[in-house]
T-cell receptor, first 112, second 113 residues
Framework: DQQVKQNSPSLSVQEGRISILNCDYT??????FLWYKKYPAEGPTFLIS?????DKNEDGRFTVFLNKSAKHLSLHIVPSQPGDSAVYFC???????????FGTGTRLQVFP | DGGITQSPKYLFRKEGQNVTLSCEQN?????MYWYRQDPGQGLRLIYY???????QKGDIAEGYSVSREKKESFPLTVTSAQKNPTAFYLC????????????FGQGTRLTVV
């Protein structure tokens, strides 16, 4: 049972344009969501988070939007830069099971 | 500097051998996790622990074992029963019950030869 889903395995965006990465979840009990960025052969690094009491959180070029009724969140990167090329994971902690659940990831490629 | 350290970064094992991956954190975090990443796949949870001397199976625990004798340490043993052990292994920690980010180690690449 995949509680956190990222249905797009890859995304290719031109430098300077907007990148939009999507994530869907099935558990309405999730109250906190995180986005991680991962380069090959490295551990994921935290990027941005959002609490379920908000619908938007912004940090520089990164903005996360949460639509609770649709059980959907998205990460917007604008403007996209070549250094943003990485795999992005969304994640949510499950407080009733104490698990930290990750999506399958989306590989973003930003080309010049 | 506080952080989470995995060692070694690269590990080679012969078929039929057990091998132990180290994970140490000095962040005073209660919860620790082990994930596995395979090419083109996400992070799959192997085992996790919320407190010392207690741990739970994740989604793909078969062929693995863990211990949590100290708060700072959560070693993962890949046993000979694990059918496809070659993968990238990631350890993470975070404060228990808090909505905050998990910190990850740099990972261990295990290759069975």
């Amino acid at each position: 049972d995949q509680q956190v889903k990222q249905n797009s395995p890859s995304l290719s965006v031109q430098e300077g344009r907007i990148s939009i990465l999507n994530c869907d979840y099935t558990n309405s009990m999730f109250d906190y969501f995180l986005w991680y960025k991962k380069y090959p052969a490295e551990g994921p690094t935290f990027l941005i988070s959002i609490s379920s009491i908000k619908d938007k959180n912004e940090d520089g070029r990164f903005t996360v939007f949460l639509n609770k009724s649709a059980k959907h969140l998205s990460l917007h990167i604008v403007p996209s830069q070549p250094g943003d090329s990485a795999v992005y994971f969304c994640a949510a902690p499950s407080h009733n099971t104490d698990k930290l659940i990750f999506g399958t990831g989306t590989r973003l490629q930003v080309f010049p | 500097d506080g952080g989470i350290t995995q060692s070694p970064k690269y590990l080679f094992r012969k078929e039929g051998q057990n091998v132990t991956l180290s994970c140490e954190q000095n962040l005073n975090h209660d919860a620790m996790y082990w994930y596995r990443q395979d090419p083109g796949q996400g992070l799959r949870l192997i085992y996790y622990s919320q407190i010392v001397n207690d741990f739970q199976k994740g989604d793909i625990a078969e062929g693995y074992s863990v211990s949590r004798e100290k708060k700072e340490s959560f070693p993962l043993t890949v046993t000979s029963a694990q059918k496809n052990p070659t993968a990238f292994y990631l350890c993470a920690s975070l404060p228990r019950g808090m909505n905050t980010e998990a910190f990850f180690g740099q990972g261990t690449r295990l290759t069975v030869v």
